[in-house]
C-alpha cells in the first residue's frame, strides 16, 4: 500500500522536474524578489523589513500558482487518464491514488517555497548582513495552509469539472478568510458547523506573526489532521465512481 502511494507520488513529483515546473516557477518569482530588493537598497529606512514582507506575498502568490497549475495538470480523474494513471486509479482501495497525487504536489510545492526562502534569506543576509530564519518559517506556514487548500481542491476534483473545482476552492478560501465575519452575523450553530467543516486560514495568519514554535507545531496537526479528513471523503467518492 505505501509502496503504491510513493509510485504515485515519485510519478506527480519526477513529472513536474521533467517539465521544469520547479526551476521555471522560481525564475518567474526571482526578478520580482530582486525589485524588491533594489527597491529599498535604493530606499534606505523606507520600510524595515519590506523584503521580507515583500517575500512573504511573493510566497503566497507562488503557492496559488503553482497548486492550480498541477491541480490542472495531475487532478481530475476522469476517463481521459493514461497510463499509468489508468491503472492507480482502479487499485483496489482508491483513496491510494488522492493520497499519492495529494503528497506529489506537496512535494512539488515543498521543494519551491524551501528553495524561495532561502534565496529570501540569502538577499536579506546580503542586505542587513544578518541570517533571518524568517523566511523558511514562513514558507512552511504557507506550505501548510495551501496544501490543505489542495486536499479541498482534490475533493472537488472528484465530482466537479476543472473550471468548478477551481470555482468552489476560491469560494472555501474566501470563506476562510471571512470566518470572524460568519462568526457575527449567522446563528451560533451555523457558524460552528462551517468553522468545523471549512479550513480557518486565520490560524495560519496567526502563526506567522508568532515567534513562538507551539501555534507552529498546533497549526502544523490543524492542517494535517484536516488534509486528512478532506482526502479521506475524496477516496469515498471515488471509491462509489465508475472511473
Given at each position: 500500500m505505501l509502496n503504491q502511494i510513493y509510485e504515485i507520488a515519485k510519478i506527480v513529483y519526477t513529472d513536474s522536474l521533467r517539465k521544469n515546473l520547479i526551476i521555471a516557477s522560481i525564475l518567474i518569482m526571482l526578478p520580482l524578489l530582486i525589485a524588491a530588493w533594489l527597491f529599498e537598497a535604493s530606499n534606505p529606512g523606507f520600510q524595515t523589513g519590506f523584503i521580507l514582507d515583500a517575500g512573504s506575498g511573493l510566497m503566497s502568490f507562488l503557492s496559488i500558482i503553482v497548486v492550480a497549475v498541477l491541480s490542472f495538470e495531475q487532478l481530475?480523474?476522469?476517463?481521459?487518464?493514461?497510463?499509468?494513471?489508468?491503472?492507480f486509479s482502479r487499485l483496489k482501495s482508491r483513496i491510494l491514488f488522492p493520497i499519492g497525487k495529494y503528497l506529489g504536489?506537496?512535494?512539488?510545492?515543498g521543494t519551491i517555497l524551501l528553495v524561495f526562502s532561502i534565496l529570501l534569506?540569502?538577499?536579506?543576509?546580503?542586505?542587513?548582513?544578518?541570517?533571518?530564519?524568517?523566511?523558511?518559517?514562513?514558507?512552511?506556514?504557507?506550505?501548510?495552509?495551501?496544501?490543505?487548500?489542495?486536499?479541498?481542491?482534490?475533493?472537488?476534483?472528484t465530482f466537479l469539472s476543472k473550471l468548478m473545482s477551481v470555482g468552489m476552492m476560491i469560494t472555501v478560501f474566501f470563506i476562510a478568510q471571512s470566518t470572524q465575519?460568519?462568526?457575527?452575523?449567522?446563528?451560533?450553530w451555523l457558524s460552528e458547523i462551517l468553522l468545523t467543516l471549512l479550513p480557518n486560514t486565520i490560524i495560519f495568519e496567526a502563526a506567522i506573526n508568532?515567534?513562538?514554535?507551539?501555534?507552529i507545531f498546533l497549526t502544523f496537526l490543524y492542517a494535517l489532521f484536516m488534509s486528512a479528513f478532506y482526502i479521506t471523503l475524496s477516496g469515498w467518492v471515488l471509491k462509489r465512481k465508475d472511473l
Open positions: 481530475f480523474w476522469a476517463k481521459e487518464q493514461q497510463t499509468p494513471w489508468f491503472y504536489i506537496c512535494s512539488v510545492l534569506s540569502l538577499i536579506i543576509f546580503f542586505t542587513s548582513g544578518s541570517y533571518l530564519f524568517a523566511p523558511i518559517k514562513i514558507a512552511f506556514i504557507l506550505w501548510a495552509e495551501y496544501s490543505l487548500l489542495l486536499s479541498v481542491l482534490i475533493l472537488f476534483s465575519f460568519f462568526r457575527g452575523t449567522l446563528p451560533n508568532s515567534n513562538d514554535i507551539t501555534p
